[in-house]
């Protein structure tokens, strides 16, 4: 999102944007999460739309959910060996060609680095199936499971330079049944993280917010 320019409030956050505002959408999967964000954005009370999906494998069906959409795809492979600031640079340059207010995480499974958050670091959010800071990383209702902890759930939260340790904006929990399988807690998280990144990035697109310290504030 655009800044407001206010000497008084230099954490305030306003929509000052697009209307609606663009979004773009990275995957690498399925795209359940996408396929919620396109489903809201089609009411226009809803702030935002899909500008372009991008992923980091061809083929995947959330790039083919995208496609039914009319929404723009692009492939933006990391070949073995390659040089990892530059394809994060090269990300960076392929997701600014959409012109986003914010840069949804969407079950993307590569870490981002300092080129791609110096564009776009306060204004890239992800989607996590674990209630962080517990089972950060690529496997987190797994490592809730085996763990024995009798909640789960999702953060959403701002992307920084770690692993899954930015500020949090909203999280939902969901109960760990005794006979769930890793694949039966995780779609029961997912249920709830689809809601939960629907109604965080409506807010994040149609309210004042700001980050102090560790904490979001939202102003209205
Ligand atoms: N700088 C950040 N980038 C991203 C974050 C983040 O918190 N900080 N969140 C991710 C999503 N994520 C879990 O939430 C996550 C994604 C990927 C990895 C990881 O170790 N990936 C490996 C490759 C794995 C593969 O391709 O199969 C890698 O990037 O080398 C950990 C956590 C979005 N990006
Ligand atoms: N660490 C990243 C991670 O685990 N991401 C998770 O992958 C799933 C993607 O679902 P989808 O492809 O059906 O949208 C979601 O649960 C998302 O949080």
Redesign the pocket.
Known sequence: MAAVPDPAQPDLVERTGTTPARLVVLLSGTGTLLQALLDASADPAYGAEVVAVGG?RPGVLGLERAAAAGVETFVHPLDAGADRAAWDAALAERVAAYAPDLVV?AG??????PGF?ARFGGRMI?T?PALLPAFP??HGPRDALAYGVKVAGATVFL????????VVLDQAVVPVLDDDTVDSLHERIKVAERDLLVSTTHALVTRPWRVVGRKVHWDQ
């Open positions: 980091d995480s993307f499974m590569k870490l981002v680095g958050l992800n996590h990383g690529m992307v920084d330079a770690g692993v899954d340790t930015g």
